[in-house]
């Protein structure tokens, strides 16, 4: 099992910054494709940006060109750095982390607890 613990949530003004952390357990994560998703009051769980093993990152388009996704794999560790933050960014964030064999196949995913982002106008 993988166990994922997110940090770095709270509550900001609008145009500020804040970043997200996810430490991983297990010995698969360099191999893991990791995400965040968010979940505002009344919606569905939405992906705000993943990264695969390989680095290769993706972005909903209501984030581009504000938040970055990255991964430090010696520290088993995914962040989400997120810049000029609007009230419509306010969410639950939550951590994600799924293997896939090398044809696709899902082996496993897993989530965090989520934390808290607030971004006040």
């Known amino acids: 099992q993988v166990q994922l613990v997110e940090s770095g949530g709270g509550l900001v003004q609008a145009g500020g910054s804040l970043r997200l952390t996810c430490a991983a357990s297990g010995s698969d994560f360099s191999r893991n494709a990791m995400g965040w998703y968010r979940q505002a009051p009344g919606k569905q769980r939405e992906l705000v940006a993943s990264?695969?093993?390989?680095?290769?990152?993706n972005y909903a388009d209501s984030v581009k060109g504000r938040f970055t996704i990255s991964r430090d794999n010696a520290k088993n560790t995914v962040y989400l750095q997120m810049n000029s933050l609007k009230p419509e960014d306010t969410a639950v964030y939550f951590c994600n982390a799924r293997l896939r064999t090398s044809g696709g196949i899902l082996v496993y995913e897993y989530w965090g607890q989520g934390t808290q982002v607030t971004v006040s106008s």
């Open positions: 990264i695969t093993g390989g680095s290769s990152t």
